[in-house]
């Protein structure tokens, strides 16, 4: 069993995989599962994770990824989706939690149940932000839904770092892209309109020539600063 640290240092940006190995699907959904357990904004879960692994859409998925060689040779290509269109589900399951461990306590003040109740709404459902903060209703929707975008990109982002160590885990490899054409891959997938691309993360076992070079990092002094 590898330690954590193994996993950490195993894990490298692969961008060729092996076409003959016995690649085994199951590794993704079991990676797929951990991932779903990463931490996420209010545990509104408002991802999804897209599996393209047929012939047919892996090749299309392969020319939405720019034809790059990390998606070239992947046995799947998972695509983390932020899915902001979910959030009254998300809200309401929360919500019902929140009652449910409260319903013996009559007395509960009503700020306990606010927050899936009001503030999930209020931040996902769109509201008013004239009063919040001075700015006329446009730039109120506009800011709200850039405060929602950089939330959401956050969660998905943990959930594929998570999917990316499940996988080093047990020895297989991974890309995370950025390097792709959204609009492509929305059509693709059928994803809604306010959907977004986060990153899609390449699956495969690694060639040793699948990984450039050593790893490259700055010195702990440059990015670690103590207060
Ligand atoms: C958000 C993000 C986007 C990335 N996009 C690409 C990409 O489009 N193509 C690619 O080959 N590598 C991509 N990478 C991989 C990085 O280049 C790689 O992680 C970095 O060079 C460090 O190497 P290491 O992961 O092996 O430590 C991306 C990584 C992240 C986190």
């Known amino acids: 069993m590898k330690r954590f640290s193994d996993v950490v240092n195993y894990r490298r940006a692969v961008r060729k995989y092996d076409p003959d190995y016995a690649f085994d699907h199951d590794v993704v959904t079991q990676a797929l599962e951990l991932a779903t357990l990463a931490p996420n904004s209010s545990n509104m879960q408002l991802w999804e994770f897209h599996r393209v692994k047929s012939p047919e ?89 850039n405060d929602v975008r950089v939330i959401l990109n956050k969660s998905a982002a943990l959930a594929a770092m998570t999917f990316m160590y499940a996988l080093a885990e047990v020895d297989y490899d991974s890309c995370p892209m950025e390097g792709f054409e959204e609009g492509a891959i929305k059509s693709l997938l059928n994803l809604p309109e306010e959907a977004e691309v986060c990153m899609v993360v390449s699956v495969g076992k690694r060639l040793p020539e699948g990984v450039y070079g050593p790893r490259l990092r700055v010195d702990l002094s440059d990015v670690v600063i103590e207060h």
């Open 57 to 145: 859409m892996l090749e299309k998925m392969k020319a939405c990824c720019l034809g790059q060689n990390a998606a070239k040779t992947a046995n799947e290509l998972i695509v983390f989706v932020t899915a902001p269109q979910k959030w009254r589900d998300r809200a309401d399951m929360n919500a019902k939690v929140i009652r449910n461990a409260f319903a013996s306590k009559p007395n509960t003040p009503e700020h306990v149940f606010a927050y899936y109740e009001k503030d999930m709404p209020y931040l996902y459902g769109g509201v008013d932000l004239i009063e919040y903060k001075g700015l006329d209703k446009e730039q109120g929707q506009e800011l709200r839904k």
